[in-house]
């Protein structure tokens, strides 16, 4: 535990809170904890520190616990040791947001000729301060569990794709449905009628004797047909 004067004074303070709690002497504390009797008298005279795996198993002695508080008082709880890990089986960058190997994964050109991770994260602080601006800032790392596998996500995105469909295909229905009883209400047919009203010219422009004009092939009607219709 580092600090001044006034951090000193504190663990000197909380020392002795811990050794009246746990009604400890100096020598029966320092025995449990494996230091010497000089370091535990010398931490509650504000002489020196202790390191903080010993603080936290002299507040375990008493039956208490170190935490962390915020400015309000709230504990602050340890990041998960169960978060997500990288392919060494080490945790992520606690300063970084790691995020699914199939979102933006970041290794350069070489990526495309290797697997691809299950997890990844942007080195580069300016990058993750960009998403953190459109999605806010995780409170913690993820913690992997059913469905995050590169595979099971592939899977749902496709499952989500067809059920995007499945939901148009039903919306789109509904509509047809609706046209067909609003023309059943107001008596119109249901379906138009596709009879043809081009004149003869027009099928001679199918059976050609010679070469066609280019508005010709692309329009095959005379220029006085008023049904330019498909059926021809």
């Known amino acids: 535990m580092g600090g001044g004067p006034e951090a000193r004074r504190r663990l000197s303070a909380l020392l002795r809170r811990i050794r009246r709690t746990a009604d400890l002497s100096q020598r029966e504390m320092a025995r449990a904890l494996g230091v010497s009797?000089?370091?535990?008298?010398?931490?509650?005279?504000?002489?020196?520190?202790?390191?903080?795996?010993?603080?936290?198993?002299?507040?375990?002695?008493?039956?208490?616990?170190?935490?962390?508080?915020d400015a309000s008082g709230a504990e602050v709880?340890?990041?998960?040791?169960?978060?997500?890990?990288?392919?060494?089986?080490?945790?992520?960058?606690?300063?970084?947001?790691?995020?699914?190997?199939?979102?933006?994964?970041?290794?350069?050109?070489?990526?495309?000729?290797?697997?691809?991770?299950e997890f990844t994260f942007d080195r580069?602080?300016?990058?993750?301060?960009d998403v953190r601006a459109v999605v806010g800032v995780p409170p913690d790392h993820h913690v992997a569990g059913p469905g995050d596998s590169l595979a099971e996500r592939e899977w749902a995105r496709?499952?989500?794709?067809?059920a995007a469909w499945r939901a148009r295909w039903r919306r789109?229905?509904?509509d047809h449905l609706s046209r067909q009883q609003e023309r059943l209400r107001?008596?119109?047919?249901?379906?138009?009628?596709?009879?043809c009203t081009c004149p003869p010219a027009c099928d001679e422009l199918l059976f050609p004797d010679g070469p066609l004009s280019a508005r010709e092939n692309a329009v095959p009607h005379v220029a006085e047909c008023t049904c330019r219709c498909d059926v021809c």
Do not use: C, I, K
């Open 37 to 69: 009797t000089g370091a535990v008298a010398q931490a509650e005279s504000g002489a020196r520190d202790l390191p903080a795996t010993v603080l936290m198993r002299a507040a375990g002695l008493a039956g208490l616990r170190w935490v962390l508080v």
């Open 77 to 117: 709880p340890a990041m998960d040791g169960d978060a997500v890990r990288d392919r060494g089986g080490r945790l992520f960058p606690a300063h970084l947001d790691p995020r699914h190997g199939d979102v933006g994964w970041w290794h350069g050109p070489e990526r495309y000729s290797r697997d691809r991770p």
């Open 124 to 129: 580069d602080r300016r990058q993750r301060d």
């Open 158 to 162: 496709a499952e989500a794709a067809r």
């Open 172 to 174: 789109d229905l509904a």
């Open 186 to 195: 107001l008596g119109l047919p249901l379906f138009a009628d596709p009879s």
